[in-house]
């Protein structure tokens, strides 16, 4: 099967069609699995240090081959499957109010800075409301509800989940006015050891409602973020070691970067440039 550029892609049985070469997105399937259950048990990681790289899919291949290597130390890392699906459909809604708080409070820096999102994993319809905060350790914490039905971020329950946890994380008030800002739809796969895990993003897509303009992430980068409670990983070690340092990079930031040249985010404006390109707004 070939994408309309005529580059080789992969198709996955029953969900997706990976517009990568095929060596990345089989050095991911060949690793031996692990259950959301175990995963949930062993890294569910809710509060954590990330860090982001921009990893080019054959330093890419290297890096998922040396982390399932059945002789490491320690065991292999296993992927993330479900009803034997390995690779999963992500779409979230980033909402900020009018003047874009949300954004320039993590612009500035500033140690009580919050995030709100609507993430669907398209292949279980599973939805949920998140908010995720900073800890004075500089940790991302996360905090979730489950959301059903018609229900949306900005329905009473979701504003009284949202006060509460500003309120009780920094004793500051929820915005009066939130909308959706940035949507963003990528396919992920999860890498999972103790105490750790590393994402694997492809096919970044991320549009700006209000303006309805698009970007979408080079289809030879693979956006890995390495999720653990402290200190340099592994996974670090092995791409600082082949020239791949961390990229100041969020998916919600970066996108504004690109997608509002006007904007003051000079932090995420290299990354921005080296990950994306204009696409389709539709």
Not at 45 to 74: E, I, K, N, S, W
Not at 76 to 85: K, Q, V
Not at 216 to 228: A, I, N, Q, S, W
Not at 245 to 257: D, E, G, Q
């Amino acid at each position: 099967m070939s994408s309309a550029a005529g580059a080789p892609v992969l198709a996955v049985p029953g969900q997706l069609v990976l517009p990568q070469l095929d060596a990345v997105a089989e050095s991911v399937l060949s690793a031996a699995p692990v259950s959301l259950a175990e995963v949930q048990a062993r890294a569910e990681l809710m509060a954590r240090f990330d860090q982001a790289y921009l990893v080019p899919d054959t330093v890419f291949t290297g890096l998922v081959a040396h982390l399932t290597d059945p002789a490491r130390t320690g065991g292999p890392f296993r992927i993330l499957t479900i009803d034997g699906l390995r690779w999963f459909r992500y779409h979230s809604v980033y909402y900020d109010t009018p003047d874009w708080r949300c954004f320039h409070e993590h612009r500035q820096g500033r140690r009580r800075r919050f995030k709100i999102r609507e993430r669907v994993y398209q292949d279980s319809g599973l939805r949920q409301f998140e908010i995720k905060l900073k800890s004075g350790r500089g940790e991302t914490v996360k905090h979730r509800r489950p959301l059903t039905g018609a229900d949306t971020p900005l329905d009473d329950p979701c504003r009284t989940f949202l006060a509460d946890r500003l309120r009780s994380a920094y004793r500051m008030a929820a915005p009066a006015t939130l909308s959706p800002s940035i949507v963003t739809d990528y396919r992920r796969a999860t890498l999972v050891s103790d105490g750790e895990r590393i994402t694997c993003d492809t096919g970044l897509r991320c549009h700006d409602v209000r303006a309805d303009r698009a970007v979408r992430c080079d289809p030879g980068l693979v956006l890995v973020e390495t999720k653990t409670t402290g200190g340099l990983t592994e996974a670090d070690r092995f791409l600082h070691a082949r020239g791949v340092r961390p990229a100041v990079f969020t998916k919600y930031c970066a996108a504004i970067a690109a997608l509002h040249p006007r904007q003051p985010a000079n932090r995420w404006r290299r990354a921005a440039r080296l990950a994306f390109t204009e696409a389709p707004a539709h």
